[in-house]
């Protein structure tokens, strides 16, 4: 009996997610010329984003990064980045059911039953702040914090993994996002405490 509640419940969040996919309207710009989908749940993606217009800020244009699959962006564009692959770049159409709903967001900036467009370009994948594997990967020294050359060489890895040009700044641009989000004491290292305290851009 537990078994079959079990493939019920499997069955019914399937269904849900499959209805939800259909939902969005997805057309892909720039194809990734080596692709892999993988299951991305609780990955941090690198990417640059194109809001809406009035869901624009200061911030609008530099890159930006989310750990997929925990809530910290809007229900659609989780699922619209789920099987996005690094130097992919895509326009996503989100219905207000998968946006803010008849609610609206950010006192009228988005209106209620608003459709969103964005248009996402992925640079890079990578296991989680919250992961051990991730921050000794990238901690050549291993002497437990993260300094700006160790995570610069890491972008450069990542980045070249992809194969794709982009501008010279896109580089610079995450770094500083990187210890503008995690360098809490302002040391100039991001150490293991504040790798697994994160921030991240919201939406």
């Given amino acids: 009996a537990k078994l079959s509640c079990r493939l019920l419940l499997f069955h019914f969040a399937s269904s849900i997610y499959s209805q939800a996919i259909a939902l969005l309207i997805t057309k892909i710009l720039i194809h ?3 692709c892999i989908i993988q299951e991305k749940n609780q990955y941090r993606l690198i990417l ?14 530099h890159p930006k990064w989310f750990v997929l699959g925990v809530g910290q962006v809007i229900k659609g564009l989780d ?3 789920m099987n996005m692959c690094p130097g992919e770049k895509r326009k996503v159409t989100i219905p207000p059911s998968l946006a ?10 988005i209106p209620p039953n608003a459709t969103l467009v964005f248009e996402i370009e992925l640079y890079a994948v990578n296991k989680g702040p919250r992961s051990v594997e991730a921050f000794n990967q990238i901690d050549k020294d291993g002497d437990k914090k993260l300094s700006e050359l160790e995570i610069s060489q890491y972008l450069k890895e990542e980045f070249a993994r992809d194969g794709k040009k982009r501008h010279p700044s896109a580089h610079d641009e995450i770094l500083a996002d990187i210890f503008k989000k995690n360098d809490h004491d302002g040391d100039g290292f991001i150490s293991a405490k504040e790798y697994n305290v994160y921030q991240h851009d919201e939406l």
């Fill in 32 to 34: 990734s010329p080596t």
């Fill in 48 to 61: 640059h984003l194109t809001v809406p217009f009035h869901f624009r800020t200061q911030n609008e244009g």
């Fill in 79 to 81: 699922i619209a980045m």
């Fill in 100 to 109: 803010y709903g008849q609610q609206g967001y950010a006192q009228g900036k």
